[in-house]
């Protein structure tokens, strides 16, 4: 059959019943279908009220259908609910239309509705009712006190179906007295006056039904056997001991459970201290003793069950549905071209399943599998079939089926591609010596086929193309500077394609004659230019902006001698036309990835390369963005080195002018004008983009200033600026010449001991751009987590800028002194006071005071020079901290006594590595004070925490700064 609409052309093939068509009708726009007459359906088989047993198939269907009305195959209960959908709608196909539905257990009894509608509307509903000529889930519901009570699954409405049962110690049932048996239309029977400890029987199976309660109306069953009875297991049996006392009340859960494909049904019985299961033959399952069993097998299963209270017997069944489904498969997808014709195929279907056509997940048509047929030499199958004429009919194509006990099934797909021309964004992503890989735009959903063509003939013979239907694509091996090309078109079913190809060409690298460059040595780089097909746009900074010419890249490579900040240095450029550079080491090979972007320029000036490492090759590689005219550039490769700059001024500002995203692992070194190392970023944390950077500093004149908290600070302040502020700290270091530092410990005693080493600096944020004086306002003070040497010259203290970029200074702490006070860390090496001699011929005595009064000293293992003018301790004990000394110098009867200098053991909190106060990484002096020792405790970003018993002499806490004592634990302050 072959319908066509516009440019839409279907063929459906089946063998008997034709497929639906109605819903591709409606698919077609503009295309409106008049409302004709309902025909009323004639229902077929036994699709009338009947009793059916286990397992039977109710024939559900109409042997009338009529295009274009739709059928809607419903069960409902007998109160009106909907129970589930057996199939539908199913578009009318001019003869028989039916669903597969079973009658399993007492779970599909009721009324089986037949819904016939058009585009007009539905129609009035024929049905039938389904009763159950079985018996299911027959439970004892409480027992004990010599009576039983028990309950059985409904096998139809409770007017209409009428049950016997006997409690008798009969194991037969066809053994037991017509007289003896109970008729009822409930479903539950009860027992009474039972003999403790007797064996008893339940036996229960349906008598007859009567057609809407009606005993004029029969449905069937009342005499066994008979064509209408349930000869399988018409009574359904339980065996137990009465007992007196009261067991609990148990039984099974759930009473019907459903397995769908490859699953299995827990069942959990209650109610005893021990059990064993028995399939529905009475037969008791091997090992099955658990409470809990996993039904694998369709049937009823029952249990064993021993209680407490001394009752036992085979008093719980449950009811378990196998609804295995049959898989399908669809086939016949592809790459096509405009004017293919698709043909999916759908293998071995179920006969009367539904199956469901789907396309990218959406509903396309409904399918009825045909059971064991041979169609075009394929059985069981049904095809739907198309022309491709737009790319909105590509996409994934799959199929389910629906069950009413276990939903939706799904399974099989087939992918449809659809070329309309030649391939786009056809690119080498990666190009090496010996290796080459492309990518282009993928069209359709997924992989696809395609003709191509690797050589280095622009115009490929016949007899160079093949097929592949995956990318990238990868070939080796080429002579390195060759031409080659990679040519790519769709592969249609139509032969050959009738599609132009897409080419792109390459010529691959020859690191091998990379020319060595040697440090401060000008190098005239005449860089080829066009734009080729290595690209190196990406994830900064493996690859960089900008355009990329294989084959006529300038490639260098540079051994530096020492470990150090190198940087690029152009001293004229032509046409003013960017050039983009790039390094790498050379041990990573020579294809186009793995590169690190240094800064893409375009004139005179400086861009930091970064850390490179003594001994270590690397390749330096320049390539030109300009597609057409000559670029020349004249560099050398230099070190950076941290200089002194005049004093009172601001440098001018350097902007690195590659924007920075978010992650970069790229540690970036910020440079000034003249080559001068300023300071290094590492953004490896931050999580957003920062863009451009722009770094200066000041240095001051000859005299060391002081901030508003009158703590002295470095010559060097630093301004750094971003773009756009990180959203999480950043790594930063700041750089500085030893002659600096040595200037600021220095200072002549005024009272401020600010630093007295490397370790001892610290770094202040304010809100303000580069400019001399005073630092006002908003501050943030930022402790050092390293610092080092960065060379023989200068040195860095690295910090985390968790505040934001503006300007910083560095600077040493604030410790207010007695006048002469020496102070010195503990287990300090030495320490010294000197006095200057009131004249020639005086005479020096060195004297005490440790809290008795002022006592000569002698030299000794500590003392030294007691009557020289300069007294030196060696290795002093921390148990002389807040000892005064003085020095009495005496020419005959003049006698000059000096002021007393004071010998200090002080350490400072740095909170370096975390909060733990006996942590020595978190001190000063690289040692946790003791008893002798005092604490000077300012605000830094680990603050302490005490979790032992500790001392010191004195706790002195800055303003913001804070200690904390763990509860159990205590501080021991031994001064006064």
Known sequence: MSIKYGSYSLSLYRKKVFLPVAAIILS?????????????????????????????????????????????????????????????????NGGQLSVAAFMRSAKDVGEYRITVANACGESATVNFYAYYGNIDNLSIRGWGSNDVWFQWAACGPTSDVRYEYAVTTQPNPNAVLFSDYIVTTDTSGYGTALIPGQT????????????????????????????????????????????????????????????????????????GTSYQWYNENNTAIPGATNPTYDASLPGQYRVYVTTAAGCAGIVYSATVIDTLFRNSILSGGGAFCDGDTVRLALSETKPGLVYTLMKDG???????????????????????????????????????SFDPYCGNLYFGYSEVSFFSGSVTGLNAIYIGEDLVGFNWDQQGSGPSS??????????????AWGVINYQPVYYSPFVPGTQYYFHLRPA??????????????????????????????????AIPTGEGSWNFTGTYPVNSTGYATPG?????????????????????????????????????????????????????????????????TYLILLDSESPSGSVTHSFQIRKATVGAVNPGICTSSTWLSLPIPANSPKEEYLIDDNGNLIASLDFSSVTNPVGLITASYYRNDAVIRRDIGNREYLDRNFTILTSTAPLTPVGVKLFFTNTELQ?????????????????????????????????????????????????????????????????????????????????????????????????????????????????????????????????TLTNPPTSLNGNKYRCVSTNGSNTVTSGGRTLKFIINWTGGSNSQWQNPANWSCGVVPDADTDVIIDSYFHAPVISSNVSCKSVQIKPGASLTVNPGFKLTITGK
């Open 450 to 463: 395609y003709e191509w063509a690797f050589t280095s003939d622009p115009s490929p013979p016949a007899s």
């Open 28 to 92: 077609v726009a503009g295309n409106t279908q008049p409302c004709a007459p309902f025909v009323f359906p004639n229902l077929f088989g036994q699709a009338e009220t009947a009793i059916f047993c286990k397992n039977n198939s109710v024939g559900f269907g109409v042997s009338n259908s009529i295009r274009p009305q739709t059928y809607t195959f419903d069960q409902y209960a007998n109160n009106g609910q909907l129970m589930s959908r057996k199939g539908g709608p199913l578009d009318g």
């Open 743 to 871: 200037r600021l410990i220095n200072e002549p005693d005024d009272g401020i001991a600010d630093v007295v080493s490397l370790s001892g600096l610290n770094v202040t944020r304010v809100q303000q751009n580069c400019s001399e004086g005073l630092y006002q306002g908003v501050s943030s003070l930022l402790p050092q987590v390293s610092n080092g040497p960065y060379d023989a010259t200068s040195s860095y203290i690295k910090f985390n800028n968790t505040y934001g970029f503006s300007t910083f200074y560095i600077h040493g702490g604030l410790v207010p002194l007695e006048t002469n006070n020496n102070i010195i860390c503990p287990a300090a090496g030495s320490a010294s006071f000197t006095v200057t001699s009131p004249g020639a011929g005086y005479t020096h005595q060195w004297q005490v005071d440790n809290g008795t009064g002022f006592q000569n000293l002698s030299d000794n293992s500590i003392y030294s020079g007691v009557t020289s003018a300069t007294l």
């Open 362 to 400: 959406v509903d396309i048509t409904t399918l009825q599998g045909i059971g064991n047929a041979n169609e075009e030499g394929s059985p069981d199958t049904v095809w739907y079939k198309f022309k491709l004429t737009s790319a909105a009919q590509t996409g994934v194509y799959s199929v389910r």
């Open 552 to 616: 006529k890249e300038v490639m260098y490579k540079f051994t530096p001698s020492e470990t150090a900040v190198y940087y690029i240095d152009i001293t004229s450029a032509s046409n003013a036309e960017w050039v983009d550079y790039f390094y790498k080491p050379l041990d990573h090979g020579c294809s186009n990835t793995g590169w690190t972007a240094i800064d893409d320029m375009n004139g005179v000036g400086k861009c930091a390369i970064g850390l490179l490492t003594a001994g270590t």
């Open 200 to 271: 008893y029987y339940i036996h229960v199976r349906v008598r007859e039904v009567w057609r809407n309660g009606n005993s004029s109306n029969p449905v069937g069953l009342y005499n066994y056997p008979s064509p209408n009875a349930c000869s399988d297991l018409p009574y359904q049996t339980l065996r137990f001991t009465s007992c007196s006392g009261s067991p609990p009340t148990g039984g099974i859960t759930p009473a019907t459970a459903i397995t769908c494909t490859a699953d299995e049904a827990t069942l959990n019985a209650s109610g």
């Open 492 to 525: 249609c079913l139509q032969q050959p394609s009738p599609f132009s190809w897409s080419t792109t060409g390459f010529i691959t690298a020859n690191c091998s004659n990379a020319q060595p460059v040697t440090l401060n040595t000008t190098i005239n780089a």
